[in-house]
């Protein structure tokens, strides 16, 4: 049975759903390594829950721009956490051995999972599972600080972070370890839209939001535009912006944009695309729609002060 230190952990059990308009907390982010045994374990006995994303950057100076411009290439995650020397205690003794050993190379490397304990789906005996990332790290040994008891080390990201969910599936009342879960794993069952119309003149944009159901899926999809689902690029243009797809009115017409799932066998939806004609300017400052006219107008209202 677990201990009465072990209850007070923050979700031990992966059965706590926090309410919509909770304050951020640093409990709420889990940090889990995998230890001797191949099971995620949560670090707990460290104070502190900072995690540094250190965006890589590349300065472009393109011939058709005035000035440079500055793109992001990608972000590497590094964090850095005392845990607290206690002898017996398995969190320290796993570390420990990395003072002990002082590991180079492939085997100074662990597997990472972060854990959002804000963004759940429900999952089996009244618990949840949670949206994660798992990814390897460099684990470093900076300070063994014997003074204040702490063991300090740096976790570097060394390589590509995988999205998917930490799942509880396999949980029992002596055995807590999650279970990551890729999103290569998860097959999308549901793409929502926003809207499924568009209707708009040319020149103007719709932004459409893209989901992905189950969470913790692979969310990312494409515009098909060839064969019989593609788009008609005379009437509109369509491109993807994160979770969004954004149709620009080219010419009056209507035609169909399909946006499909980059997951094997994933969902599909069609997005309704009318384009009308452009406003036209009557020279007032006045925009009159195309084939309308204006109403007549009104005469002043003379008050009795006049």
Known sequence: MPTDAFKSIFNDGFDNQIPDGTDGNQ???GIFYKDELGRFRRITQAEGNEISYNP???TRNLIANENPAEFIRRYQLQFSKGILIRKGDPEYEFFNRFRELLPTGANAQLVIMLVDFRQETPGTGGRFNYKAIQFAVTATI????ETDGLLDLSFGQASDIVSGIASSESFTETNRHPVFIPSTSITPAMMNLSDSVATLA???EKWIAVGMEPMGCLDGFEIVRTGGAGH????CGARIVRNSVIITGKE???TKVTLRSLAENGPSETIAVKVGAASQSTGSGVAVPSGGTLAPARAPVKTSAE
């Not at 008609?232 to 009437?235: I, K, M, Q, S, T």
């Open 252 to 254: 009056p017409g209507e």
């Open 142 to 145: 900076n300070t063994g600080n």
């Open 202 to 204: 040319l020149g103007e």
């Open 27 to 29: 409990a709420q982010y």
């Open 232 to 235: 008609d690029e005379r009437v």
């Open 56 to 58: 890589e950057t590349v």
